[in-house]
């Protein structure tokens, strides 16, 4: 079941990503940003926020960023 975006906050929809998916939220001057590890996921994320909060993903988010490789 989806939940309306008009009485769903930015935060919630931010916490329900973060459990959800293995990606990280950055935040630069104050805006929530998301690193994401594949196009894939950054796919799938997007469908998800769709789906469940009738929102697009970078109405959530101010940008969405790949990870960068480790350095190990």
Do not use: H
């Amino acid at each position: 079941m989806a939940i309306r975006r008009g009485t769903v906050e930015q935060d919630f929809i931010i916490e329900r990503v973060r459990d959800r998916f293995q990606c990280r939220v950055l935040w630069s001057e104050g805006r929530p940003c998301l690193e994401y590890s594949s196009d894939e996921e950054l796919s799938i994320i997007s469908e998800y926020i769709k789906a469940n909060f009738e929102a697009e993903l970078l109405d959530v988010f101010f940008t969405a960023v790949e990870s960068l490789p480790s350095d190990d």
